[in-house]
T-cell receptor
């Protein structure tokens, strides 16, 4: 069974640009959540989708958005990039409602490393 | 405020030695506590998940303990190997609405020859 796939793995952008990251969950998983990871900050929750609906959202500005498609694949978009957006963006999938964060297992992808110059 | 604090921030040990990582939390109401291992540049991988009623759970050379009364957990690594070099992240889940996971900032472990 294939794991969580994130693309691209690495990308470099300049300030003011926008970026779209993609996440394909494990087959059969309907929940996808996104996290930003920076040195010293740990993983910060961005948002969570289940069956194409955003269920929860973290404390990030409106420049960060996401969506989920009918095949459970998810994308996140960051507009008007800032230097501080440089980070590893991780996607996790779960087979339980609500992202499985209550009792279920989270399976993480390898992440997309974004560098903003 | 829901918080998870891990100690130490970083740790260096010799191969073959044991070590223990700590996690204290204030998350409430508690649902479960998870330990993840994250290799550099990779995504986190689950080691253990413990619910309120579980005191100890093992996964190979990794043994996690949970004291729900004092809100403390530890991850013990036995006979460390070079491949154990990674960041170990404690994550606490709560019940109720909204985002349910609170992440610690991790303990960076380095195992040396």
């Amino acid at each position: 069974k294939a794991g969580v796939t994130q693309t691209p793995r690495y990308l470099i952008k300049t300030r003011g640009q926008q970026v779209t990251l993609s996440c394909s969950p494990i087959s059969g998983h309907r929940s996808v959540s996104w996290y930003q990871q920076t040195p010293g900050q740990g993983l910060q929750f961005l948002f969570e989708y289940f069956s194409e609906t955003q269920r929860n959202k973290g404390n990030f500005p409106g420049r960060f958005s996401g969506r989920q498609f009918s095949n459970s694949r998810s994308e996140m978009n960051v507009s008007t990039l800032e230097l501080g957006d440089s980070a590893l963006y991780l996607c996790a999938s779960s087979d339980l409602s609500g992202g499985g964060s209550h009792t279920g297992e989270l399976f993480f992808g390898e992440g997309s490393r974004l560098t903003v110059l | 405020k829901n918080q998870v604090e891990q100690s130490p921030q970083s740790l260096i040990i010799l191969e073959g030695k044991n070590c223990t990582l700590q996690c204290n939390y204030t998350v409430s109401p508690f649902s479960n506590l998870r330990w993840y291992k994250q290799d550099t540049g990779r995504g986190p991988v689950s080691l253990t998940i413990m619910t309120f009623s579980e005191n100890t759970k093992s996964n190979g050379r990794y043994t996690a303990t949970l004291d729900a009364d004092t809100k403390q957990s530890s991850l013990h690594i036995t006979a460390s190997q070079l491949s154990d070099s990674a960041s170990y992240i404690c994550v606490v889940s709560r019940t109720g609405g909204g985002n349910k996971l609170t992440f610690g900032t991790g303990t960076q472990l380095k195992v040396e020859l």
